[in-house]
């Protein structure tokens, strides 16, 4: 199990006005524990899932985030920082209480300008999924038998592709599409396809 590192508040400069360094970090830090396993088993074909160990480490933390801030914001934390707490949350998924406070707070801040539309609807389709219920977004998926991801039963299927645009969604199809191009190559690079990068391993 990687040992997750916590840098003293003295270690950081200070950022402009508003902004938390240290919580910033913090969270970097967290994120790239997870997303070290989740891209190790994705590699490996395996089911994406955190070790206990972690979840019960990064749950306790999230909580006291939670407790001490509220949901981090974009003036608390960046664009980045939010969307690294985001994350966590939408990991969390042993912990629908969690999951189902910090949405509503999410909530508030995506009014506000001050959170991620596309962020906030991916975590109410999780908790949804999580909680036994059918989503709103299409957000969430499972492999069938070859493979393929599938799209977990939808509340309002005929609804979704507008519901996804006020979110800053692609199509449904699109989305689909792209989640069954998904790859990671050697050096741990995302991929969609054979040729374009979306993204590097953090």
Excluded: C
Excluded at 27 to 48: C, N, P, S, T, V
Excluded at 96 to 108: G, Y
Excluded at 171 to 192: F, H, I, P, Q, W
């Amino acid at each position: 199990m990687k040992t997750l590192l916590y840098l003293a508040l003295l270690l950081y400069p200070a950022l402009p006005s508003g902004k938390d360094q240290r919580l910033r970090q913090e969270l970097k830090q967290m994120r790239e524990a997870d997303q070290h396993i989740l891209f190790a088993q994705l590699k490996a074909h395996q089911r994406e899932q955190l070790p206990d160990t972690l979840q019960r480490v990064h749950n306790a933390k999230l909580w006291q985030i939670f407790r001490t801030y509220g949901y981090p914001d974009y003036d608390l934390v960046d664009t980045t920082g939010a969307h690294d707490f985001w994350l966590l949350v939408q990991h969390q998924n042993s912990d629908t209480v969690l999951q189902k406070v910090v949405l509503n707070a999410m909530r508030d801040k995506v009014k506000q300008g001050k959170a991620s539309p596309r962020d906030m609807a991916f975590l109410t389709d999780r908790m949804l999924y999580d909680t036994g219920h059918m989503q709103v977004y299409g957000t969430q998926s499972i492999p069938d038998s070859s493979g393929a991801y599938e799209t977990l039963p939808l509340a309002y299927p005929d609804l979704v592709d507008s519901l996804r645009r006020t979110v800053g969604l692609e199509t449904l199809a699109d989305y689909v599409k792209m989640r069954n191009e998904l790859a990671v190559d050697s050096a741990g690079n995302l991929y969609y396809g054979k040729k374009n990068t979306a993204a590097r391993k953090k």
